[in-house]
Structures are given as C-alpha cells and as structure tokens.
C-alpha cells in the first residue's frame, strides 16, 4: 500500500473555497476584456438609457478592480443591490433569496430519483431489463419532457396554477423530468453497476469475504472515490438543466431568475444568480473531498478495514 | 445493424440536414391567413403553422441555424479528444497535468449556467448560435479528452507507441491508424456526436425558452424560425389547437438528430 494521497482532495477543497470568488472575477474581467465601455455591453445603448447612470451606481466607473471589490464586498453582507430591468427596483437579494431554496428542492428531488434506481442497481437489487426502458426514456432532451409535462399540468389546472397543489405538482413534475432526461437516471444506473461490479470482481474483495469480512466495507473505501466524482458530475447536469425544466415548467427557481436576468440584460441579477450556482458547485466539490479525505484518512489511519 | 449501412443512413441524414439548412430561405414568406393550421394533407408537403406559413420552410430554417454550429462543435470535439489522446502517449506529463487541471475547473460549473452567462456577455453583433456553440464545445471538451485519454493510456500510452516503432511502423500508422483510426476511433466518434446533438438541443431548448416568453431568442437572428417554433406550436396542439403536424415534425427533428448520432456511434463501434 502506497502513501496516503492527499493531493486531490487538497486540490479540491482550494478549488471550492476560490470558485465563489473566482465566478465574478472571471465575468469582472470578461468585461472589461471585451471590446467597448462595459456599462455599454450590459446596458446597450440602443434597448437602453441612463447608462452613465448606471454605471456610477453600480460602480462600473470604478474600473475592474474598484467593481469587484465593491461588488464581492456587498455581497458577502447579502447586498446585491437592486434589479436593473427584470423586477425594476427590486432587490436582487430579495429574489435571490426565494429562489434559491426551490431550486435547491428540485435537484434534490432530482437527485433522488436519479439515485434510488442507481443504488440499487450497484447492490444488485435491479434486474438489468429496465436499462432498456430507462435508456429509452433517456433519449428525449429535457425541453420535450417538460413541455409534456408543463401541458399535462396546464391541461389540468390552467396556465396560471402557481400556487398549492399545482405549484407543488410543477416541482415533483419537473424533478422527475430533470431525472429521466438526457439519459441522467440511465447513465447512473449504468455507471454505478459497472463501477461496483468490475471492483466487485477483484481478487481482494474474494480474500476478505473468506476472511469472514464483509464485501460492502472493502469494497466502498475504493469505489467510493469513483462515485463520488461521478456523482458531482451528476448533479451539475442536473443544476444545469434546471435552468431549461424551471422556465418551461414556471418553477420560480434560481434557473428561471438567471434565465430571465439573461433574456432582459439584466446583469446585476446574472451575476448574482451565476454566484449563487458557483457557491452550489462549490459544495458539491467541497462534498466530493471530503469523501476523498474521509477515504484516504481510512486507509491512513484504519489500514486494517481497506485492503488495496 | 452493420456498421456499413449505419454509417450510410447516419451521412444521409447528416448531408439532408446540411442541405435542408444550405437551401433555407433568408425570410419566411408573407403569411396566409386562408390556409393557417392546415394540416400537410391540404397543404402539403408539412402543413402550415397558425398563420399559413408553410412548415417545412420554417424546418428548413431551423435546420440551417443549427447545422453549421453543430457540425464544428463535431470536429473540434473529436480533433480535441484526439490530441489528447496523442498527447497521452507522448510521455508529456506536465502538459497532461495541466490539460486535466483546466478540465477540472471549467467542469465545475453548470454549463448552462456558463453558456447564459456568455450569452450576456457576448456583443449583440456577435449573436448568434455559433458563439453559444463555442463555449457549450469548451465546457464539453474535458470530459471528451479525459476520455480518450484514459482510452490512450489503458492502450499503454507511451509503451504502446515505442513498440510499434520497434516493430518499423511509420509515424502515420502509429497515430493515423492504430491510435486515432483503431482504438479511439469509438471515443472519437461517440463525444463528437454527443456533442453535435447537444448544440442543436441547446439551440431548440434556448430558442424554445424565449419563445414561450415572446422575447427575440439569443441564438439566431429574428427573421429565422428555429425548431423550437415547430415545439412551440405543437405545444399549443397539446392545448387544444388543431397543430398535431407541428407536433409530430419537431418531435421528427429531434428524432431525427438522435437518430443520426446514434447511427455515427453504431457505425464507429470497435470490432
């Protein structure tokens, strides 16, 4: 057994503490990079007036470092200021705020889906004929499967049904829709069961289950840091394709926010919602190492229970 | 299927698309109130939409908006996943560390959330799909060379190569043939198409999002229609509206594009 290898989940946790601050330096220096005044690229003159304006309220006259700093400075205090044309006046926090933990409900959900099939296919609990259907059904991109669903429920309770039942309905609908789209349930399934069966193969495991050992507790410590990354991959694809499944199903989520921040040039609120989905990759990368440390500090400091 | 006749079937439908997007028409023509929502029986060959504009013009429009983005998001992808697999066998550590450190950080992040966030950004003379498609293929392009990376190296990587030097064989046949032409090839093939039918699903998914919202989309310019007009109008067939055809054609296009990518997979399988 080699050294304990601290490098990635090292590499890892730098990476989830910078992400939120490196997301709005990245959009702060793209910018001031591209060709022309930035308060003119976010408010073009043509669709839009009092750009001087703005651009002294929101501290863009300040150069890059001056708006950043202003802007990071405000928003570690929860200030983003005030929306610019989506919800004028409104404060960006304020929508921030309500989004965010709708958001965070529907991956969740999504990821449930996604997982339970997944889990037990990797215990050997799921026969391999429903990989057909699943792959099947993962063949439609997102867009089809939440209009079909966006119509069943506007069939059913209206276009207008935001709230109650049909509000929770269009959650539930849209996680299911997150979960079986663009293949994310198949591929799951499929990728869980062949990590843990081709591992379930090795020739240690064998040695340990005639050791009286159980199979799971040697087999996780080494799986597990595959899964982990696999998963994080995962679960981005679903924080992605939220954007895409909130708009045409009407959940008021983070997706949405960015969305129509996007649609109507609204940067205060783009940079808001762009941070806010850097500060969720940033846990799912600070998840991931501490999966990888909790394993290479099993192999460092419990030898005994992993058998490499 | 045989690898031959899929990969006949999958240039056909390719070189259609191509050819339908090449001979769209710059403008749809002036509606025709008298003949809106008739179905492709009564004006054929597809029907029209709910202002008598003819449906296969507006396929055909779409078809041109996403061809050519999804055609170079194909090549970069498997000329991208190539060298890294070439790189691999090379024995250049320092330049496969670096290449996997910038995968790393450009995967951490949604890609849609990126791809919107580009869109803000990106100048309105610029507008376009081309630009989305860009950056949407550089966000892809990790997970696609860390593939075929990892293909290159369980192959032996640098070991590979120096026996088949030891054997005689050309430069060309080392890394034409064996490497890219036998072993990646399956790799190759599969991420670019994945990625070619991604930036059309980007496209309709983006196009359909401001569409339904009655905004200018982002991704092409307003005198084209996209296929996401065709979704949109065979949504409102899910409603009541008598657009069934429109229904059936998007869900055809989109069919379709799997369809195609599927059959470029089935016709680069490894023997």
């Known amino acids: 057994m080699g050294a304990p290898d601290w490098t990635r989940p090292t590499i890892r946790l730098a990476s989830a503490g910078l992400l939120p601050f490196a997301v709005p330096a990245v959009l702060t220096a793209t910018l001031w990079a591209l060709p022309g005044d930035p308060a003119a690229i976010i408010c073009p003159p043509a669709i839009c007036t009092g750009g001087a304006e703005l651009a002294a309220r929101w501290h863009l006259d300040a150069g890059p470092t001056g708006f950043y700093t202003h802007w ?28 965010l933990p709708v958001t965070t409900a529907l991956v969740v959900l999504s990821a449930l889906w996604m997982a339970s099939p997944a889990v037990l296919a990797g215990l050997g609990r799921l026969p391999r004929a429903g990989d057909g259907v699943l792959r099947a059904a993962g063949l439609a991109p997102s867009v089809l499967l939440a209009l079909l669903a966006a119509a069943f429920v506007e069939i059913r309770y209206g276009a207008l049904s935001h709230d109650g039942f049909p509000a929770l309905l269009r959650v539930g609908l849209a996680s299911l829709v997150l979960a079986l789209a663009d293949g994310a349930t198949s591929q799951a399934v499929s990728a869980t069961r062949t990590v843990l069966s081709e591992e379930g193969k090795a020739r240690y495991l064998g040695i340990a289950t005639l050791r009286g050992e159980g199979a799971l507790s040697n087999l996780l410590p080494n799986v597990l840091p595959t899964l982990a990354g696999y998963w994080r991959g995962r679960m981005l694809h679903l924080l992605s394709g939220a954007v ?65 | 299927m045989n690898r031959g006749t899929a990969l006949t079937v999958a240039s056909a439908g390719m070189a259609a698309l191509l050819l339908a997007g090449a001979l769209a028409p710059e403008f749809l023509p002036v509606p025709e109130l008298g003949t809106r929502m008739a179905p492709p029986w009564e004006a054929p060959p597809l029907g029209r939409d709910d202002r008598g504009i003819p449906l296969h013009l507006m396929a055909m429009q779409g078809a041109g908006i996403v061809a050519g983005p999804a055609l170079m998001a194909a090549v970069t992808t498997a000329v991208c996943a190539g060298l890294a697999g070439w790189i691999r066998c090379q024995n250049l550590p320092r330049l496969d560390g670096a290449i996997q450190a910038v995968g790393e950080v450009l995967g951490s992040l949604p890609r849609l959330v990126v791809v919107l966030v580009a869109a803000l950004l990106i100048p309105p003379s610029f507008k376009g799909l081309m630009p989305v498609a860009v950056v949407w293929t550089v966000l892809s392009l990790p997970a696609a060379m860390d593939e075929a990376a990892v293909a290159a190296a369980r192959l032996g990587g640098a070991r590979f190569v120096e026996a088949l030097r030891a054997h005689g064989f050309s430069q060309w046949r080392i890394y034409g043939i064996h490497i890219l032409g036998t072993n990646l090839r399956p790799i190759l093939v599969r991420q670019a198409a994945e990625v070619a039918s991604q930036v059309v699903f980007l496209e309709i998914a983006l196009s359909y999002l401001a569409v339904a919202r009655n905004e200018p989309s982002f991704t092409h310019r307003e005198n084209l229609a996209s296929w996401a007009n065709l979704l949109y109008l065979g949504y409102t067939a899910l409603l009541g509206q008598p657009l069934l055809h429109a229904l059936v054609l998007a869900i055809s296009l989109l069919a379709a594009v799997v369809g195609c990518a599927h059959l470029f997979v089935v016709a680069a399988r490894a023997r």
């Open chain 1, 244 to 308: 895409v499944v909130e708009v045409i199903l009407g959940v008021p989520g983070l997706g949405e926010l960015l969305w129509d921040g996007t649609l109507l040039q609204d940067f205060g609120v783009v940079l808001a919602a762009a941070w806010a989905f850097s500060w969720m990759a940033a846990c799912l990368l600070l998840a991931q190492a501490l999966v990888e440390v909790g394993v290479v500090a099993a192999v460092r400091y419990v030898p005994a229970r992993v058998v490499t």
């Open chain 1, 72 to 99: 990071m400075t405000s928003a570690l205090q929860g200030d983003f200021g005030n929306s610019w044309r989506m919800a004028q006046g409104t404060p960006v926090g304020e929508l921030l705020w309500t989004s």
